[in-house]
């Protein structure tokens, strides 16, 4: 790799770390309860962190290795705060992360390139195979958004559900 690469792909990370976009999927296990999680509320365009004195419905989300999510669809009242309980049914690490579909795109292409990448983010939850974790998300915007395990190869894979939101 020649210097001007070296230089580019470092400000590609540098910028990457400034904007606050850099997300963990490393194997290691995360001690983010859901409730800390929604200290660091900020609205997005599918919603913001849940607060865990106001969930309206708790819905179970299991991972395969089949690289699926059951269930696949999530129907959602406007301004609903849904506690997933995201358990790993598989042999290999899973994640879940919400957000729009072109956001999804994106950081999966992120994700082949910076595979080990480090998060904490409200929206998403990298479960260890066996493990159930938490995410409280309040959908106050409509609309269809999506959940997906974006660990490299899962998305291409199909490994993608969709929250519809009325």
């Not at 865990?52 to 669809?73: L, N, Q």
């Not at 929206?123 to 998300?137: D, N």
């Amino acid at each position: 790799m020649n210097v001007t690469s070296r230089v580019g792909l470092l400000g590609l990370v540098l910028a990457a770390v400034a904007s606050g976009s850099v997300l963990a999927h490393g194997n290691e296990g995360h001690a983010t309860p859901a409730a800390n999680k929604a200290m660091r509320a900020e609205q997005k365009p599918f919603g913001i962190a849940g607060d865990p004195k106001k969930v309206s419905r708790a819905v179970d989300i299991h991972e395969h290795d089949g690289m699926k999510f059951s269930p696949a669809v999530v129907n959602v009242k406007l301004g609903e705060t849904i506690r997933f309980r995201v358990k790993n049914d598989g042999k290999i690490m899973h994640e879940m992360v919400i957000g729009t579909l072109a956001e999804l795109k994106q950081h999966a292409e992120l994700m082949k390139k910076f595979p080990s990448m480090e998060h904490d983010e409200p929206y998403m939850a990298h479960v260890k195979p066996g493990a159930t974790e938490e995410i409280l998300w309040q959908f106050n915007r409509p609309g269809e958004f999506h959940y997906s395990c974006l660990i490299a190869g899962h998305f291409e894979a199909g490994m993608i559900g969709k929250a519809i939101v009325r």
